[in-house]
């Protein structure tokens, strides 16, 4: 279902160390999971997608995990950097669906 | 990726006023346009669905007449929110739908801030 946060939950990395942030979804019939970047007073920007039929995908520098049996979904920051300070947050959609549902996100804080 | 203009980025307007909100796809044409509310350290909560031609459809507690949606071309969707009130500043960002991708993307947002 929809899910509304608080508060967001924060994660602390140095600078050059990977960053794994993670996602739990509720919707066993949700079929296609995305990440987002959302940088202060900006709209969510696309990173990577992957769909139920994958466990892993990659992309420059990241890379997405599915565990479908345990409903989780995890991005991996390789070598994290300044820039990567954000909050970042995942969206899944059903079969059929065309709205997303989002994730609370989490703040990346990148450490010097 | 795909190119999506949100304007304005922000807006402060009286108590009581109307504020329009625009967004166009400059690169594709959207048959499906999502508004989305975001209220300070909060995630994205869908207001509204509308397809082009067709009325909105409003996502439970959101009121239709305070909230007029209008997406009467293929490139470009406005959201009018009607005698604003303070419980009404949030940033509001809107994402188009390109047909046969289920990829979404996203507005720049508007930042409206009622006093």
């Known amino acids: 279902g929809e899910s509304v946060g608080l508060h967001l939950p924060t994660l602390s990395v140095q600078e050059g160390d990977n960053s794994i942030i993670n996602c739990a979804y509720s919707?066993?019939?949700?079929?296609?999971f995305i990440w987002y970047k959302q940088e202060s007073g900006k709209g969510p920007q696309f990173i990577i997608d992957?769909?139920?039929?994958?466990d892993k995908r990659q992309g420059q520098r990241v890379t997405v995990l599915l565990n479908k049996t345990v409903k989780h979904l995890s991005l991996q920051i390789a070598a994290t950097q300044p820039g990567d300070s954000a909050v970042y947050f995942c969206?899944?959609?059903?079969?059929?669906?065309?709205?997303?549902?989002f994730g609370q996100g989490t703040r990346l804080t990148i450490n010097p | 990726g795909a190119v999506v203009s949100q304007h304005p980025s922000w807006v402060i307007c009286k108590s009581g006023t109307s504020v329009k909100i625009e967004c166009r796809s400059l690169?594709?044409?959207?048959?499906?346009m999502f508004w989305y509310r975001q209220f300070p350290k909060q995630s994205l909560m869908l207001m509204a669905t509308s397809n082009e031609g067709s009325k909105a459809t409003y996502e439970q507690g959101v009121e239709k007449d305070k909230f007029l949606i209008n997406h009467a071309s293929l490139t470009l969707s406005t959201l009018t929110v009607t005698s604003a009130h303070p419980e009404d500043s949030s940033f509001y960002i809107c994402s188009p739908s390109r047909a046969g991708t289920r990829a979404a993307f996203f507005g720049q947002g508007t930042r409206l801030t009622v006093v």
């Open positions: 969206a899944e959609n059903g079969q059929g669906a065309q709205k997303l549902v």
């Open positions: 992957i769909r139920s039929n994958m």
């Open positions: 690169d594709f044409q959207a048959t499906t």
């Open positions: 919707n066993s019939a949700s079929d296609y």
